[in-house]
């Protein structure tokens, strides 16, 4: 399975399903099943102030503890140029440049440490532990 490396607290929107666009640069061909990653890397925007204003987001979010962790399964489902009505979108480009990377079917997970292979900035295969821990905790959801 392919991960989405994702900053925070974008990751953990899209964990608890307050973000179903992800933006970037770049278009996308892929529609599948993909892991969301929270990189390991520091917080997008700062104090989490700024980001629970930004995102109309009230309760406190902890990001630090989540980084470097598989929090969620989504499908890819679309990928289209940015529009006006995603304006209401967290993280929307003011300008309406790049791509809406459209996430259906959002699956949270109990966060599951992963670390990505050296140099990956989008996108990196999940090693076969983690694939485990995630269809483990599918499993136990069904019982």
Request: proline residues 9%.
């Amino acid at each position: 399975m392919r991960a989405l490396i994702v900053l925070q607290p974008w990751a953990g929107l899209i964990a608890a399903g307050l973000k179903t666009i992800e933006f970037r640069n770049r278009p996308v061909r892929l529609r599948e099943r993909v892991a969301v990653y929270a990189a390991s890397s520091h917080c997008a925007y700062g104090p989490i102030g700024k980001w629970c204003y930004a995102c109309r987001y009230t309760e406190p979010w902890p990001c630090e503890d989540r980084r470097g962790k598989v929090l969620c399964l989504a499908t890819l489902a679309d990928c289209r140029p940015v529009t006006e009505a995603d304006r209401a979108c967290p993280d929307c480009p003011d300008d309406l440049s790049g791509w809406a990377w459209v996430l259906e079917d959002l699956r949270a997970l109990d966060p599951i440490p992963c670390k990505p292979l050296r140099g990956a900035q989008t996108w990196f295969h999940l090693p076969p532990e983690v694939e485990a821990a995630i269809n483990a905790q599918l499993e136990a959801s069904h019982d």
